[in-house]
C-alpha cells in the first residue's frame, strides 16, 4: 500500500518506522479526524474502492481547510476483512494519495489490522500559515451568511442507488467522489471569515452547530440557493421536494461560513442567509422539521 507514495516538503520522515516526522512550518498543527464504516458511510457494491479513497481524503481535507488551514499530512488506519483482495487496497491508497496531492498534503503513514468490518481512520493535519484559526464560535449579529461548492448533489445521488437506479449518472458520481472547495477555506480566512465549518452533516445541521457556539440566530434564505435542473429531475422522480437535498445533504462537502458584510464575501461565494440575535436556525423565517446526518440515528449513508 506504501510502497509508491510520494513524498512532500511537509514530510521529513514518511511511512516505514515507527512514526512519521511532519515540519510544522507555523508552530501550530491542526488536527482532525474521522471514521468511515462500511455499512454506513459506504457500500463496496455503490462505490470502488477509488471512490472510497477519494471520499476518506476529502471529508478530512476539507476539515482542515474549514479551520482556514492547509492540509499538510494525513495518516490512515485500515481495519478489514481477512479476505479483503490486496487489490482493493493498493486501489484505495492510490486513490486517496492522488486526491491529497490536489492540496499538496502527503499520506504519510498509518496502520492495517483485521476486523469483520471494514473500517477507515484517517487523522489528517495542517498548517494556519500564520493565520488565526477560523472556528464556528465567531458568529456575529449582523454577518451574512455564505456558501461557496456544490451542494445537494451527493444527497440525490444517495437518493437514487437507494431506489435501486444508477442514473442520473452526474449525481450518482458526486455522491461517490465529493469534490470540496478545498483552497477557499484559506481564502475566507485572509477575507475576514468570522465562523466557518464545512456542510458534512447538511447546511441546517450544520449551521445549527455554528449558532450554538456562536449563540446567535442563523436565518438561512432559500430563494438564495440554487437548485440545479438535475436535482429537480430527481426530486420530481422520486417524488421528493428537491430543497431537502440542499438543506439536509452534506456529503458534497462544501464550505458555509458567515462574514461581517457582504462586501467582504471572496468571489466565488453565495450570500444565502444572515445572522442576528437568537437561537437556532430558521429556513425562510421558520424551523425546518427535517434534520440532517446524526451518527447515531441508526440511519445509513450507504
Known sequence: MTERLRGGPSCLLGPGDDAAVVRTPDGRVVASTDLLVE???????????????????????VDIAAMGAVPTALLVG??????????????????????CALVGAVLVGGDVSRSPTLTIAVTALGDLEGRS?????????????????????SAAGLAVLSRGFRSPAQVVAAYRRPAPPYAEGPIAATCGATSMCDVSDGLVQD?????????????????????APRLQDVGRA??????????TGGEDHPLVATFPSAKSVPRGWTVIGRVREGE??????AAYPLPGWDSFSGGARG
Open 39 to 61: 455499512g454506513s458511510h459506504f457500500r463496496r457494491d455503490w462505490s470502488s474502492a477509488a471512490d472510497v479513497g477519494v471520499k476518506a481524503a476529502a471529508q478530512n481535507l
Open 78 to 99: 485500515l481495519a478489514c476483512p481477512a479476505d479483503l483482495p490486496a487489490a482493493w487496497a493498493r486501489e484505495f491508497t492510490a486513490a486517496f494519495d492522488t486526491e
Open 133 to 153: 484559526p477560523v472556528t464556528r464560535a465567531g458568529a456575529e449579529p449582523g454577518d451574512v451568511v455564505a456558501l461557496t461548492g456544490r451542494l445537494g448533489w
Open 207 to 227: 449551521l445549527g452547530h455554528v449558532a450554538r457556539a456562536s449563540a446567535v440566530q442563523i436565518c438561512i434564505d432559500t430563494p438564495r440557493l440554487e437548485v
Open 238 to 247: 422520486l417524488n421528493v421536494d428537491p430543497m431537502r437535498f440542499l438543506l
Open 280 to 285: 437556532g436556525v430558521l429556513v425562510d423565517g
